[in-house]
Structure formats: structure tokens, C-alpha cells
């Protein structure tokens, strides 16, 4: 028998434990978060001109959240058992907290709406301060569940709760400017004109604000990004994904330059008085968060386990 050269190339396919409907879920709880946390603080300030942003982002709170469960009982593989979250639970599991923040954060958020929509002003404000915190542990323990994996370099960093959160409030407040602007221009016409002029620049004032929050979520994206490269091999393998790998163009063009410069250019520029742009700028926001979603989820998977 002649020897030969045998070269065996072996083609296993690399599970995801996590996929989209993760990602989707994160970013309806931060588009949630962002929504109640800019509610409260309307209601706070209690001014006149803060009640029709107030009133839209208290009931869209507690919308987005009851739709952000649905994807994670899509993600199951025997949806109708999600209830054993409930019974069978884990004290040193970030997920069972989960579980119980998100029901009671909506229930919470119902509540805070009712408040807000019946004019009760003290029970509201109340509630809203209540609520705050609440909002921020239903979004802040999912970067948690992603920092705590350790076997995940781009996952296992002490930055990624507060990414997260930072990313919800440039999300929901983006959202925010989108359904304000479109009350603003179509479902507004009876007001008089100084109250839309007071409700345009409220918009604009709110879109202003979301630049300067994309410029903190740049600061952490940048200052994580700097750790991998500086870390251990695999730190420096996941940073470079995201920089020069797969996941590039979604990162670095659609995260970042479609979803973080360019809404910041269109806001403080020399657009920034026109809503058509606060608008545009709005959406991008919106892509590029999804987008961020999109890379952490399962882009931190795409380096197989050694």
C-alpha cells in the first residue's frame, strides 16, 4: 500500500446559545427604560410645557416592555414552560431576578400611566421616583447577564451594564423624538402657535440631550474597546472583531458612524433647528442601538470556546 499525504479538514458548525430574539429583547427593555426615565423627569419638572412628553413616554414604557418578554418566550424551546422561571428559580442567577423585575416594572409602569394620564400629579411623581430604579435593574441586569460570562471576552467586562444603560437612555429618547415630532406635525394643529413653538424646542432641547448621551456612550464604547486591546489574547481577538473582523461594518459603520456621528452632526450642527434632521438623526439612533444589540449578542459568540 502507497503512504500518502492526507490532510482532514474537519467542519463543525458553531452553536449560538444566544440568538437575535436576545438581542431584540435587550433593545426593547432599553427603549423602555430610556422611555420611562424621560417620562419621570418630565413629570418632576412639572412644567406645563413637559406634559405631552410626559404623557407619550409613560404609556410607552410599559408597552415596549410587555412586548420585550415576547422575544425571550420565542427564544425558548418549549415556550409554554417560560412560567418555571417563576417556581424553579436560582438566588445566585441573574435571570431570576429578571424574572420578577419584569413583571413587576410593568405593572409598576401601568400604574405611573394611569397617574400621569388622570392628572394625579403627587401619586405620579411618587411612583416615578419609585419607578426609576426599577427601570434601570430590568436593563442594567441584562448587560449583567452578558458581563458575568466569563468565557466571553467581549461580554466580560465590568463596562457593560453601564453600556447598556447609557445605550437605553440614547434609544428610548430617540423614540421619544420620533412619535413628539410626528404629534408635533400632524397631531397637533389646534394649539396655538406659541405652544407649538414651545413644543418644537422642546423637542429639539430633548434631541440635544440625546447628543450629549451619545457622546458618554462613545466614551464607554471607546474606553471598553481600549481595555480588550489591552487585555489577554482572547480580550484582544474580540476586540478585534468588532474593528477589523466580521463584525466591522456593523460596528464601526452602522453603531457607530450611521448610529453615533452622524445623528451627533445632524443634532448640534448647523441642522440642528430643523426637525426633518432631529427626525433622521432620531432614526439612525435607533439603527445604530439595534445594531449594538445585534454585535454584542452575537457577535461576542462568534469566537468559539476553547
Known amino acids: ?4 499525504d492526507v490532510n482532514v479538514i474537519y467542519s463543525v458548525q458553531h452553536q449560538l446559545p444566544l440568538v437575535m430574539y436576545i438581542g431584540q429583547y435587550f433593545f426593547f427593555t432599553g427603549l423602555s427604560a430610556g422611555s420611562f426615565v424621560i417620562s419621570v423627569i418630565a413629570t418632576l419638572l412639572g412644567r406645563k410645557e413637559f406634559k405631552p412628553i410626559g404623557k407619550i413616554t409613560a404609556i410607552l414604557a410599559p408597552i415596549l416592555l410587555i412586548i420585550a418578554p415576547i422575544n425571550l418566550i420565542a427564544d425558548l424551546e418549549q415556550p409554554l414552560r417560560f412560567w418555571h422561571l417563576f417556581v424553579y428559580y436560582n438566588w445566585t442567577s441573574p435571570i431570576t431576578y429578571g424574572s420578577f423585575l419584569l413583571t413587576a416594572y410593568p405593572i ?18 411618587i411612583l416615578g421616583i419609585l419607578g426609576i430604579p426599577l427601570a434601570i435593574s430590568v436593563h442594567g441586569y441584562t448587560g449583567f447577564i ?39 406635525k ?37 474606553s471598553d474597546i481600549l481595555v480588550l486591546l489591552t487585555a489577554h489574547s482572547d480580550a484582544y481577538q474580540a476586540g478585534m472583531l468588532i474593528l477589523t473582523g466580521n463584525f466591522a461594518p456593523l460596528f464601526l459603520g452602522v453603531e457607530i458612524f450611521l448610529g453615533s456621528i452622524v445623528p451627533m452632526v445632524l443634532v448640534l450642527g448647523p441642522t440642528r433647528y430643523s426637525l426633518r434632521a432631529i427626525v433622521i438623526a432620531s432614526i439612525l439612533v435607533n439603527i445604530g442601538v439595534y445594531a449594538m444589540r445585534f454585535v454584542m449578542v452575537i457577535g461576542g459568540q462568534s469566537i468559539p470556546l476553547s
Do not use: C, H
Request: hydrophobic residues 60%; without cysteine.
Open 1 to 4: 500500500m502507497e503512504n500518502s
Open 108 to 125: 409598576m409602569g401601568i400604574i405611573y400611566a394611569v397617574m400621569v394620564y388622570t392628572d394625579r400629579q403627587k401619586a405620579a411623581k
Open 146 to 184: 452578558l458581563a458575568l460570562a466569563k468565557a466571553r471576552a467581549l461580554w466580560n467586562t465590568a463596562a457593560m451594564p453601564t453600556i447598556f444603560l447609557v445605550s437605553a437612555m440614547v434609544s428610548g429618547i430617540g423614540l421619544v423624538v420620533i412619535i413628539a415630532a410626528a404629534r408635533w
Open 186 to 222: 400632524w397631531f397637533d394643529k389646534k394649539a396655538t402657535p406659541e405652544d407649538r413653538r414651545k413644543d418644537k424646542r422642546l423637542i429639539l432641547q430633548l434631541a440635544q440631550f440625546m447628543a450629549y448621551i451619545i457622546m458618554l456612550d462613545l466614551f464607554l464604547i471607546v
